[in-house]
């Protein structure tokens, strides 16, 4: 069973950091894509970084220079280093995993840039 596990959000300040990260288990991050998305109130969920299984990553033009996906292959886990957070950052983060077999999905963590 394909389990994705998502932590690490919180509330913080603008102009603040969090670093998200996705704990899986039943699927290998190393040999899949993997991507965060972003569902900010009231939005339909949007890519904000992936990476493709042979290392290729990409960014939404939003978060460029300011957020950093990374994979531990090790510990099959994948990570997001987000700093210099806007109010528009605001919104549930999911993790997936996107495998020959299907998509899955974390459950999502709140994450709240707020003064």
């Known amino acids: 069973q394909v389990q994705l596990l998502e932590s690490g959000g919180g509330l913080v300040q603008p102009g603040g950091s969090l670093r998200l990260s996705c704990a899986a288990s039943?699927?290998?991050?190393?040999?899949?894509?993997v991507g965060w998305y972003l569902q900010a109130p009231g939005k339909e969920r949007d890519l904000v970084s992936g990476?493709?299984?042979?290392?290729?990553?990409n960014y939404a033009d939003s978060v460029k220079g300011r957020f950093a996906l990374s994979r531990d292959n090790a510990k099959n886990m994948a990570y997001l280093q987000m700093n210099s957070l806007t109010t528009d950052d605001t919104g549930v983060y999911y993790c997936?995993?996107?495998?020959?077999?299907?998509?899955?999905w974390g459950q999502g963590t709140q994450v709240t840039v707020s003064s």
């Open positions: 990476v493709a299984r042979d290392g290729y990553l």
């Open positions: 997936a995993v996107h495998a020959l077999e299907g998509d899955y």
């Open positions: 039943g699927v290998e991050v190393c040999d899949n894509d």
